[in-house]
């Protein structure tokens, strides 16, 4: 783990209740960055639905269990995987490759609604929406994610990594979201 | 040598990587250094060059392998303590090397140096940027110092004295060419470089893209049609003409392109990269073609590609994300029922 990026986030975000987050994270430091969070928010929580739209659920949780996350406390909803059809486990669901927008904001309400209690939400990341959607499109559906996070009354994090192309969509959603972390 | 492209394929792809990460500053060379990496795996792999215990000696097979490759056609290498002086005949680079400067752009492409760095930062060393010095006749030299460290500083990257690149007749090399080996490695390191950041890697390949059509532009004078059948018909003759392959033939429907590669140069590459399970492409053709079709308000979906022996197919889907646009008030009723 790196220890100055977890700081960070615990600094940034000691006094929010169930803060939504925008991470902005350097590219050299994605993995690490991406572990740091998600132990950030399992300390907190009990139960995360990570949404995963660049590495497949088996790789990430690999990856998390290695790293020391615990990884059973989380379900993915996984829009990179190719399945026939939708495909739902114990702990992941498949919605496919290149998943459109209003697609992913169902799968995710179901793996919200699947479970009781607190919890947080991982989205991983809004970069990769940008390859297949226009930047107005993927701002809409982070403007719609946020607000249905704060009536489930659920904590998380927005994940996208610095780039060029993200310039106008951060702008845009910094003001929906408590914070904007720059890891 | 095996077979030639020219640098019209080559130098773009090196002028995108450089100009997509100039917005990260100095940190920008410890993503190229990335593309270093691939170089040597995939050097190494191909048996272009061999591994060597001493770094120096490691740095000297690699050289010595771009210079078959007619990168440059001679390098000196005189040290002193952690000092380096090295001096290169004829490098390829040096064009390009200008033309960045011009654009205030001081991370380095050149796939030499990448590799290098990718060779020292594996010992846990960076090169410190002393002084450069171009000559008349162009021959570069450079000193450096080796120091302790694993990421890129502003002195690792930008030289304390640079030189005057204005003063000395540069002249283009676009039409010269190197050997497919060196273009290999170089795409490889572009189609592996990235990969640890899943499939949001695309985007920076989409980026390099645009940067390539603009130095294409630029340097080559190929300007695209507005339609896109057009953009991709004048790329596929553009890249075919510099070496990229025998043929390269393109047909354009709604959602979908199709391509059909004729003795293909990016193939070696490509099914190394399949066969890894890696799924981003860094071919010349498509870089270019994924940007044309971003550039003209459209996105690219999935690519598949079928290969041959020397040749491949490739069904390319576009997305019209003017028809696509994301109801919000409608996917919120539908989220209420989920």
């Known amino acids: 783990m790196c220890a100055e990026a977890y700081q960070r986030i615990s600094e940034t975000l000691r006094d929010f209740d169930k803060p939504i987050v925008l991470t902005l994270i350097d590219p050299m430091r994605y993995q690490e960055a991406t572990v740091d969070i998600l132990n950030y928010f399992t300390k907190k929580l009990p139960r995360g639905i990570y949404v995963t739209l660049n590495k497949p659920f088996n790789v990430l949780m690999k990856t998390f269990e290695k790293a020391g996350v615990p990884a059973e406390s989380l379900f993915f909803v996984d829009g990179i995987t190719n399945v026939p059809a939708l495909e739902e486990g114990k702990d992941h669901a498949c919605l496919g490759s290149g998943v459109g927008l209003s697609n992913l904001c169902i799968g995710i309400s179901k793996a919200v609604n699947m479970f009781e209690g607190e919890k947080f939400l991982l989205l991983d990341s809004l970069s990769t929406l940008l390859i297949y959607n226009d930047p107005k499109s993927v701002s809409k559906f982070a403007h719609l994610l946020t607000e249905k996070m704060r009536r489930w009354n659920t904590s998380g994090s927005l994940l996208t990594v610095e780039m060029n192309a993200e310039k106008d969509v951060v702008s845009q959603l910094a003001p929906f979201c408590d914070k904007v972390v720059k890891i | ?338």
């Open chain 2, 1 to 338: 040598m095996q077979g030639m492209i020219q640098l019209a394929v080559l130098d773009p792809m090196l002028y995108g990587a450089a100009r997509a990460f100039d917005y990260l500053g100095v940190r920008g060379q410890d993503m190229l250094d990335r593309i270093g990496e691939g170089i040597i795996e995939y050097g190494l792999s191909e048996g272009y060059f061999e591994k060597a215990n001493d770094p120096h000696q490691f740095v000297g097979n690699v050289v010595k392998f771009f210079i078959q490759n007619g990168y440059m056609s001679n390098v000196t290498v005189s040290q002193s303590g952690d000092t380096l002086d090295i001096a290169m005949w004829n490098w390829r680079f040096l064009p390009l090397l200008r033309k960045l400067r011009n654009r205030n752009s001081y991370l380095l492409t050149c796939p030499v140096c990448i590799a290098n760095n990718a060779i020292t930062k594996s010992v846990g060393g960076v090169s410190e940027r002393i002084s450069e010095n171009v000559t008349s006749d162009g021959t570069y030299s450079m000193k450096v110092k080796i120091v302790p460290g694993t990421t890129n500083t502003q002195s690792t990257v930008v030289f304390a004295h640079p030189a005057d690149l204005t003063k000395n007749k540069i002249k283009s090399q676009l039409n010269e060419s190197v050997g497919l080996a060196a273009f290999e490695t170089v795409a490889y390191g572009l189609a592996c470089g990235f990969e640890y950041l899943g499939a949001q890697a695309q985007l920076i390949l989409d980026n390099i893209g645009t940067e390539m059509l603009e130095f294409m532009r630029e340097e080559s004078n190929l300007e695209l049609p507005d339609d896109i059948e057009g953009s991709l018909e004048t790329l596929s003759t553009f890249m075919a003409s510099k070496g990229l392959a025998d043929n390269i033939s393109v047909k354009h429907s709604p959602n979908r392109v199709d391509v059909v590669f004729t003795n293909y140069h990016y193939l070696p590459v490509l099914k190394r990269s399949l066969t890894k399970g890696r799924s981003l492409v860094s071919c010349p053709f498509t870089l270019t073609a994924r940007a044309a079709v971003r550039n003209k308000g459209l996105r690219v979906g999935d690519m598949k590609w079928q290969i041959g022996t020397n040749d491949a197919r490739l069904a390319m889907t576009t997305l019209d994300t003017d028809h696509q646009q994301f109801d919000e008030s409608a996917v919120s009723k539908i989220m209420g029922h989920a």
